[in-house]
Nanobody, 126 residues
Framework: QVQLVESGGGLVQPGGSLSLSCAAS????????MSWIRQESGKGRDFVAS????????YYADGVKGRFTISRDNSKNTVYLQMNDLKPEDTAVYYC???????????????????WGQGTQVTVAS
């Protein structure tokens, strides 16, 4: 059974930092894109960041460029999201997501992803 388990969320003041992790089990995703998607309360899911299978290519939503960094460790089947200079508008549930196939379509579209974690809450408030 495939599982994605996120950790590292919490409450942080504006300008602060958090580091999220997502550990996969049940199968290897070393040849898959891995991504972070977030969902604000009462809204739809939005793309945050994505990383290619070998880490050579990364993609970010415009609102997080320069503040967030996605990385992965294929030996641990884990993807990370380092979030710096956090803003109140970053408050959301953050999900790790992986497509069913290594040949993925639109990485920016949340509905293209097949495997999802349970999510971790990130709250940015003073």
């Amino acid at each position: 059974q495939v599982q994605l388990v996120e950790s590292g969320g919490g409450l942080v003041q504006p300008g602060g930092s958090l580091s999220l992790s997502c550990a996969a089990s049940g199968r290897s995703f070393s040849d898959h894109v891995m991504s972070w998607i977030r969902q604000e309360s009462g809204k739809g899911r939005d793309f945050v960041a994505s990383i290619s299978w070998n880490g050579a290519h990364t993609y970010y939503a415009d609102g997080v460029k320069g503040r967030f960094t996605i990385s992965r460790d294929n030996s641990k089947n884990t993807v990370y999201l380092q979030m710096n200079d956090l803003k109140p508008e970053d408050t959301a549930v953050y999900y790790c997501a992986v497509p069913e196939s290594e040949a993925m379509g639109n990485i920016f579209a949340p509905n293209e992803y097949y495997y999802w974690g349970q999510g971790t809450q990130v709250t940015v408030a003073s």
